[in-house]
């Protein structure tokens, strides 16, 4: 049996740095906010031989006075433009530009999105969040309703969210750094990979507070409430690794083999259900054990 | 025995569905035996916009100039016009539609596997909007141009003429020099010529050449005719007819006059725009020069409209407008109550005619600007549909593996309810089509996908991790196998519960990519809810019996069973 929850301060200590290091990484960089929050244009273009030099596109484009703009290399002979004007005749004119470079290069996506459009998609992904948190708090309370011994219902629910809090800052502050030195966009889908995060690892955490709730009605009181818990972890540890093993799997997949539009998305996911199973083992169920010494030690 | 043979049933039903679902979601599987093929080949999945290449505009509508209980009327109008305008460039399937976001209202227009989008942009956009407009109670200072400057301009178009006139005459191509010099637009494209019009159809001045100055056909007058026009080059090409039926068939090359121009006016909106139109047709009327004119029919409450603005404007002018261009500000000289109008402009006849097809296509009844766009060359969509669904069978494959690696005779069977699984979500995808839900799949569907099939076997690996904790506690293999299911149940409906909460609120607020994640997401962990625990409990249950329980290795490796404990 793996001793867990007695090297439990081993555990708080990895994730508060990682936390740590979450936050001052969102503080100090800030997200790199795509064209879905800010308004603006993002051109995908195929040249038709190798990509000309950075400085021979930007010298052409400079007469258009793009503001906000961005140069970015893609995968064989791609190139990604990003600046902030979302205007037809605009679009039009820099891919013109463009086409005096090489003649063959194709258009293969544009997306532009109006700064009304932007302010819409920003005010949905802010009620998206806290309508799933709130959706989840409700679900936990509701969830942990019968457990009030050792500890009452309501810090199950604590350590849940404290573990969700985790994930989520983590999540993001990789992509905070990933943003600042790599240009990875935090956009729409990152919003929506953060809240399938939140609802796939509140069930990690759920099925490890399920079984302790479930040893406590068996065990009696002659167990000690910390073995109770690291006894219920032992039990569960092959359905939380394995049952993250094969979201992680197709997740891996989708990242190496699958399609470079969603590859940001499938990364913020992995990242989220790796350390959402990290959480739910070593941090979610420790919490528990924190809040029942505290308890103890107050009386 | 009645057990027994419910058991069977619905194995046997089980395996229909798994036939039927494998066939439909991958015809090849029978392409040699053809009218089944053809059967089930028949049914596509609706691929979405990134996936098959395509446009996705959003544009919005000012409605300001609407009055408040008539902006729905009016965004439906829009829709009616687009529709009309999208239809005639034949895409399959477009869809357009309205939606309100925030305060704005938006069309949306989505074109499938487009190829030229640039040409749809500029088709959509190009339908005409069409506004009377009458003069505001507000009078602006005339501009003037002063009156030596006119006349130095006339005098170099004048001098221009003659410079042309001696090359016409010297034998150059008159029919090339109208094109290149000619002012007047309804002929210029033609080389300057006419086809054949009534006497006094054209101006006097132009007229007293053609029939008083003996001029042979086919032969240019020898100097300029000046009219209110300005300066003409005119070739007589045929006269026919006798007396009042007398027509004339000639060519000309003008040189226009400037005048002073109208004196500004600030026109306001008058409430009749194109959606009252009824039809337009090109008019060629016989007035002055054969300039053609756009003749539009509007429909009751237009005509009404029509009588009272010109009834309240009457010798004031009222002025049209085109895409917010003037294009003529007739003056107004008495009530016309029978809802004709008619539009002169410097129109050619190309212009009058593209402006007749598109005022009847329909004009816009409010203006719209695109403020969204979204576009995938279809080469683009194929390859990320061809690598996620790559992606996809590897990791299926993988965990296929893993799962018959790991749970041995249990994880088998998972397996087989997971390729039933993905068979039936491919089936629901390419069924959905027939029912008014219909599913689009879009990149972000496959994303949801994909990640289903990972999120599909959880509910597996907590029942099989629990009935080998029976089995542990010394339980025999089919009962361990019973209460694996059913003290499993719990956290399986408790763990999807939470995924289906986060993607009803994706669903919810979501739009685009967001919502065709979540969408699949949802159905994913339904249908898998099925797929892991009723299909896998079926197959376990008909397969295991007695034999089962001397065979533990079935399940874990033997020396397991009492090692722990």
């Avoid at chain 1, 709730?213 to 394995?242: C, H, M, Q, W």
């Avoid at chain 2, 109008?77 to 399937?93: C, K, L, P």
């Avoid at chain 2, 597996?460 to 196998?481: C, D, H, M, P, Y």
């Avoid at chain 2, 719990?490 to 519960?497: A, L, Q, T, V």
């Amino acid at each position: 049996m793996l001793q867990i929850i007695n090297k439990r301060k081993y555990f708080y200590f990895i994730s508060a740095t990682l936390v740590i290091s979450g936050l001052g990484a969102i503080f100090i960089w800030g997200m790199n906010f795509g064209i879905d929050f800010t308004g603006g244009t993002e051109m995908k273009i195929e040249f038709s031989q190798n990509i000309p030099k950075k400085n021979v596109i930007e010298e052409k484009l400079k007469e258009l006075n793009l503001v906000g703009f961005s140069l970015k290399k893609g995968e064989k002979n791609l190139i990604i433009l990003q600046y902030e004007k979302s205007d037809d005749d605009i679009n039009r004119k820099v891919f013109e530009k463009i086409k005096e470079i090489d003649s063959n290069a194709k258009q293969l996506s544009v997306n532009f999105i109006g700064a009304s459009v932007s302010s819409r998609l920003k005010t949905n992904a802010v009620e998206a969040i806290m309508l799933s948190i709130l959706g989840i708090a409700i679900y936990i309370s509701v969830a942990f309703r019968k457990v009030s011994r050792p500890v009452s219902s309501w810090k199950y629910g604590l350590g849940a969210i404290i573990a969700l809090a985790h994930d989520v800052i983590i999540t993001a502050g990789i992509f905070s750094f990933l943003g600042h030195f790599y240009g990875v966009k935090t956009d729409v889908a990152f919003v929506a990979a953060l809240l399938t995060i939140l609802g796939y690892s509140v069930n990690d955490t759920i099925v490890v507070y399920d079984r302790i709730r479930e040893n406590i009605l068996r065990s009696g009181i002659k167990d000690e409430f910390e073995s109770v818990i690291n006894r219920s972890l032992n039990e569960t540890l092959a359905r939380s690794i394995n049952t993250s093993f094969t979201v992680i799997i197709v997740l891996v997949f989708l990242i190496i083999f699958g399609s470079e539009a969603i590859r940001y998305f499938s990364l913020a996911l992995l990242i989220g259900v790796s350390f959402g199973t990290y959480s739910s083992i070593f941090v979610a169920s420790a919490l528990i054990a924190t809040i029942y010494k505290f308890q103890i030690n107050r009386k | 025995m009645n057990l027994k043979n419910k058991l069977r049933t619905n194995f046997f039903l089980i395996f229909l569905l798994a036939v039927f679902s494998t066939f439909l979601s991958y015809p090849k599987a029978v392409s040699k035996i053809s009218p089944v093929y053809n059967f089930f080949d028949k049914l596509k999945i609706n691929l979405g916009l990134d996936l098959q290449g395509g446009i996705h505009l959003e544009y919005k509508a000012d409605v300001s100039q609407i009055e408040k209980g008539k902006v729905g009327e009016a965004m439906e109008a829009v829709q009616d016009v687009i529709e009309r305008r999208v239809n005639a460039f034949g895409v399959s399937e477009p869809l357009i539609y309205t939606t309100k976001s925030g305060a704005d209202n938006i069309l949306v227009v989505e074109l499938a596997g487009i190829k030229d989008i640039e040409e749809a942009k500029s088709q959509i956009k190009g339908t005409p909007i069409l506004e009377f407009k009458e003069e505001s109670s507000e009078k602006e200072e005339d501009v003037e141009i002063p009156e030596e400057f006119l006349t130095q301009l006339n005098q170099q178009r004048k001098e221009k003429a003659e410079e042309i006139l001696k090359k016409v005459l010297a034998g150059e191509d008159f029919a090339q020099l109208a094109k290149e010099n000619s002012d007047d637009p309804g002929s210029k494209e033609n080389g300057g010529e006419y086809d054949f019009v009534k006497k006094r159809s054209f101006v006097p001045e132009y007229e007293d050449v053609i029939f008083n100055k003996n001029l042979v056909d086919g032969t240019i007058y020898p100097s300029l005719v000046e009219s209110s026009f300005g300066w003409h080059i005119i070739k007589k090409i045929q006269v026919r007819g006798e007396g009042d039926d007398q027509e004339f068939k000639s060519a000309h090359i003008l040189f226009a006059k400037q005048t002073q121009p109208e004196p500004q006016k600030e026109f306001v909106s008058t409430g009749l725009t194109g959606k009252n139109l009824k039809n337009a047709k090109v008019e060629l009327q016989n007035q002055g020069l054969a300039e053609p004119q756009v003749g539009l029919k509007f429909d009751d409450e237009g005509a009404k409209l029509f009588a009272e603005i010109t009834k309240r404007n009457l010798k004031k002018q009222v002025a049209i407008y085109l895409d917010g261009e003037i294009i003529s500000a007739p003056t107004v000289q008495a009530e016309i109550t029978n809802g004709e109008a008619v539009i002169t402009g410097n129109f050619t006849l190309e212009d009058a005619k593209n402006l007749v097809k598109n005022l009847n296509e329909g004009a816009l009844p409010v203006p719209i600007s695109l403020v969204s766009q979204n576009s995938v060359e279809a080469s683009l969509g194929e390859i990320s549909l061809r690598e996620s669904m790559k992606a996809g069978a590897m990791g299926l494959g993988v965990i296929l593996i893993f799962m018959i690696f790991y749970y041995r005779y249990l994880g088998l069977v998972a397996s087989f309810s997971l390729l039933i699984y993905t068979a039936l979500m491919v089936t629901i995808f390419k069924l959905s089509v027939l029912t008014p839900w219909g599913i689009t799949f879009t990149l972000s569907g496959i994303a949801g996908f994909i990640l289903s099939i990972g999120m599909a076997v959880d509910a597996n690996i907590l029942i099989f991790e629990r009935t080998k904790e029976e089995l542990a506690s010394g339980r025999n293999v089919l009962g361990s196998i019973r209460q694996g299911f059913e003290r499993a149940w719990p956290s399986i409906r408790d763990g999807n519960f939470s995924t289906i909460i986060t993607s009803l609120i994706l669903i919810w607020v979501g739009t685009g990519f967001v919502k065709g994640f979540a969408v699949v997401l949802i159905i994913g962990v339904i249908v898998s809810m099925f797929t892991a625990i009723v299909i896998t409990k079926t197959i376990l249950n008909f397969t295991l019996r007695e034999w089962a329980e001397k065979r533990v290795w079935l399940i874990v490796p033997s020396h397991q069973k009492n090692s722990e404990k």
